[in-house]
């Protein structure tokens, strides 16, 4: 059979097993046909055959299976990063600055905001204080709530006596007054409404530069755990020009104690898709965070709340779960606390598998002895951000986390090791933009349990550590498994030809050296895309 695509390297190397003996591959369309050496050439080339020769290691292409594209590119495009702001002070001092240079007092917005910054409960009072009658809207870092200035609420005429479909809330002080701190999504988008609209093609500009600098860092898919607007738009009008660097699979979020309405809405958008993104998949929020006292766990936190699911009426979250699985739609839920995890778990369990892909929960940050063999009973795969707790916990116990909720369950937190041992299909994912958009940083923190560019940090639940084929296997061949993807994630004759090409093997390097292994080109459906990325990106 003749190839479009012969590409030799000095390997080829599957994750979880030994190097290949093959040297070269051939690519007919968006498949490998053959693999092996100087055979390979003379059988497959033909005149129209390109013909690369690549000094790298070629390996399955990584995927992050848990990102936001569109909206978390519009904020890194358009709002003010707080990532290394560490004090009130600098907060203040950067709103400051941020004025300054937009020429405006309308609406400053930010985000990856610390909670941990305020002394207690968050609050936009001090906002006001120093910038009166200037809207600012600072987004958290686990982007589950927002932080707004007193000209927030006054200009939206926000009463703090809001009700919702779901568990949002709006915090307020004794008096009754809210204070800024406003918590989960039906809440968020209250302020989110009204920010100032961006043209599709500004959009799209912000979306492909996010996307193009993630294939550059070797990923050649993202699941993106969102679809709201203008993400159609956005997608097609990038599709449309050939210019999506990268596969990118999408979950429209099913809105929390929704109805058949909600859910036949979900699945017309299955049919929607273009040659390098499509939907397939819906995604639940069964709760919200523990930072924001909104995930269910079965015991209370230090300050009695973590105990609610954001579905008033959880019961109706299991029949959507069988509304979908019933149509082959595979399922991602959100579900953060013990209690959230279980009930997701005997959802799926009662609905029973998916022909489309497979089922997941995403995060199941603290969970208990008895979960973990569930996920190998059920074939559920255990979709962990480890990157979460590594950098935005502390492992002296200090962070609003850990004291929520306590040292036991956090001694359970991102159990990535424990999860292995009871055969559960593990898969690694950024949360981007909450975690780092660079896949070989995820990948070398997941190994060290500890930030791979501090040598000298503190790792969290060590023994948790992962192998270097571990951590790739869960970001080759189980985001396969998610989409349902036959051949995927894997170097073989008749597997889909998406790949990563790497200057050295990873899987023989240490975790730093691996954060720090250019990315020499990407192949996706068969097409070869050249990036070359040395340094690594933290994507923030």
Same mark, same amino acid.
């Given at each position: 059979?003749?190839?479009?695509?012969?590409?030799?390297?000095?390997?080829?190397?599957?994750?979880?097993? #030994?190097?290949?003996?093959?040297?070269?591959?051939?690519?007919?369309?968006?498949?490998?046909?053959?693999?092996?050496? $100087?055979?390979?050439?003379?059988?497959?080339?033909?005149?129209?055959?390109?013909?690369?020769?690549?000094?790298?290691?070629?390996?399955?292409?990584?995927?992050?299976?848990?990102?936001?594209?569109?909206?978390?590119?519009?904020?890194?495009?358009?709002?003010?990063?707080?990532?290394?702001?560490?004090?009130?002070?600098?907060?203040?001092? %950067? +709103?400051?600055?941020?004025?300054?240079?937009?020429? +405006?007092? #309308?609406?400053?917005?930010?985000?990856?905001?610390?909670?941990?910054?305020?002394?207690?409960?968050?609050?936009?009072?001090?906002?006001?204080?120093?910038?009166?009658?200037?809207?600012?809207?600072?987004?958290?870092?686990?982007?589950?709530?927002?932080?707004?200035?007193? %000209?927030?609420?006054?200009?939206?005429?926000?009463?703090?006596?809001?009700?919702?479909?779901?568990?949002?809330?709006?915090?307020?002080?004794?008096?009754?007054?809210?204070?800024?701190?406003?918590?989960?999504?039906?809440?968020?988008?209250?302020?989110?409404?009204?920010?100032?609209?961006?043209?599709?093609?500004?959009?799209?500009?912000?979306?492909?530069?996010?996307?193009?600098?993630?294939?550059?860092?070797?990923?050649?898919?993202?699941?993106?755990?969102?679809?709201?607007?203008?993400?159609?738009?956005?997608?097609?009008?990038?599709? $449309?020009?050939?210019?999506?660097?990268?596969?990118?699979?999408?979950?429209?979020?099913?809105?929390?104690?929704?109805?058949?309405?909600?859910?036949?809405?979900?699945?017309?958008?299955?049919?929607?898709?273009?040659?390098?993104?499509?939907?397939?998949?819906?995604?639940?929020?069964?709760?919200?965070?523990? #930072?924001?006292?909104?995930?269910?766990?079965?015991?209370?936190?230090?300050?009695?709340?973590?105990?609610?699911?954001?579905?008033?009426?959880?019961?109706?979250?299991?029949?959507?779960?069988?509304?979908?699985?019933?149509?082959?739609?595979?399922?991602?839920?959100?579900?953060?606390?013990?209690?959230?995890?279980?009930? %997701?778990?005997?959802?799926?369990?009662? %609905?029973?598998?998916?022909?489309?892909?497979?089922?997941?929960?995403?995060?199941?940050?603290?969970?208990?002895?008895?979960?973990?063999?569930?996920?190998?009973?059920?074939?559920?795969?255990?979709?962990?951000?480890?990157?979460?707790?590594?950098?935005?916990?502390?492992?002296?116990?200090?962070?609003?986390?850990?004291?929520?909720?306590?040292?036991?369950?956090?001694?359970?937190?991102?159990?990535?090791?424990?999860?292995?041992?009871?055969?559960?299909?593990?898969?690694?994912?950024?949360?981007?933009?909450?975690?780092?958009? $660079?896949?070989?940083?995820?990948?070398?923190?997941?190994?060290?349990?500890?930030?791979?560019?501090?040598?000298?940090?503190?790792?969290?639940?060590?023994?948790?550590?992962?192998?270097?084929?571990?951590?790739?296997?869960?970001?080759?061949?189980?985001?396969?498994?998610?989409?349902?993807?036959?051949?995927?994630?894997?170097?073989?004759?008749?597997?889909?030809?998406?790949?990563?090409?790497?200057?050295?093997?990873?899987?023989?390097?240490?975790?730093?050296?691996?954060?720090?292994?250019?990315?020499?080109? +990407?192949?996706?459906?068969?097409?070869?895309?050249?990036?070359?990325?040395?340094?690594?990106?933290?994507?923030?």
């Amino acid at each position: 059979m003749n190839a479009d695509l012969i590409v030799r390297a000095r390997g080829l190397r599957n994750p979880g097993g #030994d190097p290949l003996a093959a040297t070269t591959l051939a690519i007919r369309g968006d498949r490998i046909v053959a693999m092996g050496g $100087d055979e390979i050439l003379r059988e497959h080339a033909a005149a129209h055959t390109r013909i690369e020769m690549i000094d790298g290691v070629i390996l399955p292409g990584l995927v992050d299976i848990h990102t936001h594209p569109v909206w978390g590119s519009i904020e890194r495009g358009t709002s003010l990063d707080l990532d290394r702001i560490g004090t009130l002070g600098e907060l203040l001092a %950067a +709103t400051g600055e941020r004025i300054d240079q937009l020429g +405006t007092r #309308d609406w400053i917005t930010g985000f990856n905001l610390d909670v941990n910054l305020f002394d207690g409960q968050p609050s936009g009072q001090i906002l006001g204080e120093r910038f009166p009658g200037v809207k600012i809207s600072y987004m958290t870092a686990d982007a589950h709530a927002l932080v707004v200035s007193p %000209a927030v609420i006054a200009h939206l005429g926000i009463t703090g006596r809001e009700q919702f479909a779901d568990a949002s809330r709006i915090h307020t002080d004794a008096q009754g007054a809210p204070t800024g701190y406003i918590v989960e999504l039906q809440a968020m988008d209250l302020v989110m409404a009204h920010y100032p609209d961006l043209p599709i093609e500004q959009a799209a500009d912000h979306v492909l530069a996010e996307l193009s600098q993630m294939a550059a860092c070797g990923l050649t898919g993202v699941h993106a755990l969102d679809f709201a607007e203008p993400s159609e738009a956005v997608y097609k009008y990038l599709d $449309d020009r050939g210019l999506l660097p990268l596969k990118v699979r999408c979950s429209p979020l099913i809105p929390a104690d929704s109805g058949p309405e909600a859910w036949e809405r979900a699945v017309e958008q299955q049919a929607l898709g273009g040659r390098r993104w499509q939907v397939a998949g819906v995604k639940f929020m069964l709760d919200g965070t523990a #930072d924001n006292g909104s995930a269910w766990f079965a015991h209370p936190d230090c300050y009695g709340q973590n105990t609610d699911s954001l579905w008033r009426n959880p019961e109706a979250y299991r029949r959507a779960i069988a509304y979908f699985s019933a149509r082959g739609i595979p399922t991602a839920t959100h579900a953060i606390g013990d209690a959230a995890v279980a009930y %997701a778990l005997d959802a799926i369990e009662a %609905a029973g598998p998916v022909a489309g892909g497979a089922h997941r929960i995403e995060h199941l940050e603290s969970i208990g002895d008895q979960l973990l063999p569930r996920f190998a009973q059920l074939g559920v795969i255990a979709s962990v951000q480890p990157v979460h707790g590594i950098r935005l916990t502390s492992p002296d116990g200090s962070d609003n986390w850990s004291v929520r909720l306590g040292s036991e369950r956090s001694a359970h937190g991102w159990r990535t090791r424990d999860l292995l041992r009871a055969k559960a299909p593990l898969a690694l994912g950024s949360d981007w933009p909450i975690g780092a958009a $660079d896949p070989r940083i995820a990948l070398a923190d997941a190994q060290l349990r500890r930030p791979v560019e501090q040598p000298g940090a503190m790792p969290l639940h060590l023994e948790q550590a992962l192998t270097a084929a571990e951590a790739y296997h869960a970001m080759t061949s189980v985001p396969a498994l998610a989409a349902g993807q036959e051949g995927g994630g894997i170097l073989a004759p008749g597997a889909c030809a998406d790949l990563t090409i790497f200057a050295r093997d990873p899987l023989s390097l240490e975790p730093r050296a691996q954060a720090a292994n250019p990315v020499l080109a +990407t192949i996706v459906d068969g097409k070869l895309e050249d990036h070359r990325c040395d340094a690594p990106g933290n994507g923030s």
